[in-house]
C-alpha cells in the first residue's frame, strides 16, 4: 500500500544553516507529492507541493524536487531562521486520502 | 475568514463517556478528514467523506462514527471513551480531493 517515510527528529540547526528533511514515499503510480508544516499549537498548514516527477515545489524559501526513480521528496532550505522552527510532515494523496509521514521536528537556534 | 471551525478546543472525558466533537467548514469543500494525533507520531486517517451523504473508513475508525447530513458540518462521534482515545484531533477539508487540505486549529481530547 501508498507509505511515507520521514526522517526521525528532532533536527536541531542554528540560524543561517542548510536544512534537509529526507522524505521517501512508496506508491503504486506517480501520486501527487506534498510538504506540510505544523507551528506549536497550530494545524497543520500546506508548505509546498509537486504534481508529476521532476517537478520543484517551493515556497518561503523552503523546495523539494519530485524524484520518481529514487522515489524521494526531500525538503531543503539554504538558510534557517528561528522562526522556521515547526514540525514537518511529508504527504502524498493516495485516491481521495492525504497519507502523512511521521513528521520531524525542527528546531533552530540563534 | 473563518475556514475549518472546530469545537471544543479542549475536553476531558471519563471512561465510558460519549461525546461529539463539531467540525464546520465555509468553503463549500466536497471532501473533509477526521485525523488524529498522538504523541510523537504522524496523522492517522480516523474518518473521511468525499461529499454529503457519503462517508468512509480511514486507518483509525474502532471507537468512532461520523455523519455527513451537510456539506458544511462533520461531526466525529466518541461512543464508549477509552484512554486509547487521548489525542489530538484535526478536522480538515479540500474542494476536490487533490490534496491542498486546510486544517482547523485542532480538538485536544483526554481520556481519564
Known sequence: GNSVTQMEGPVTLSEE???????????????????????????????????????????????????????????????????DSAVYFCALRGGDKLIFGTGTRLQVFP | NAGVTQTPKFRILKIGQSMTLQCAQDMNHNYM???????????????????????????????????RSTTEDFPLRLELAAPSQTSVYFCASTHDGTGELFFGEGSRLTVL
Open chain 1, 17 to 83: 544553516a542548510f536544512l534537509t528533511i529526507n522524505c521517501t514515499y512508496t506508491a503504486t503510480g506517480y501520486p501527487s507529492l506534498f510538504w506540510y508544516v505544523q507551528y506549536p499549537g497550530e494545524g497543520l498548514q500546506l508548505l509546498l507541493k509537486a504534481t508529476k516527477a521532476d517537478d520543484k515545489g517551493s515556497n518561503k524559501g523552503f523546495e523539494a524536487t519530485y524524484r520518481k526513480e529514487t522515489t524521494s521528496f526531500h525538503l531543503e532550505k539554504g538558510s534557517v531562521q528561528v522562526s
Open chain 2, 33 to 67: 478528514y477526521w485525523y488524529r494525533q498522538d504523541p510523537g507520531m504522524g496523522l492517522k486517517l480516523i474518518y473521511y467523506s468525499v461529499g454529503a451523504g457519503i462517508t468512509d473508513k480511514g486507518e483509525v475508525p474502532n471507537g468512532y462514527n461520523v455523519s
